[in-house]
């Protein structure tokens, strides 16, 4: 005899916000560890202007700001 299947129980509406933002932290968090990297290494063709510097003027403001990790990354990968 077949076992009942097991229902799975639904995520609430907060749950699902909760891992959203989860993921969010996630991308948010390997998105500026792989800027740094590229920085790290274009600093090397700049010495002397401090690595803030150059991720301001080479990614945030060509990309809307630092929360736009999406067009940022599209930018150094057009670059590599």
Not at 5 to 26: C, F, H, M, W
Not at 38 to 57: E, N, T
Not at 73 to 78: G, K
């Amino acid at each position: 005899m077949a076992s009942p299947a097991r229902k799975q129980a639904v995520p609430t509406l907060a749950e699902r916000i909760d891992g959203l933002i989860e993921s969010y932290n996630q991308l948010d968090d390997e998105s500026d560890a792989i800027i740094d990297s590229w920085i790290d290494d274009f600093s090397r063709k700049c010495p002397g202007v401090p690595k803030p510097s150059l991720r301001a003027m080479e990614i945030d403001a060509r990309t809307s700001g630092t929360y736009c990790h999406r067009a940022a990354l599209e930018r150094l990968r057009a670059k590599l």
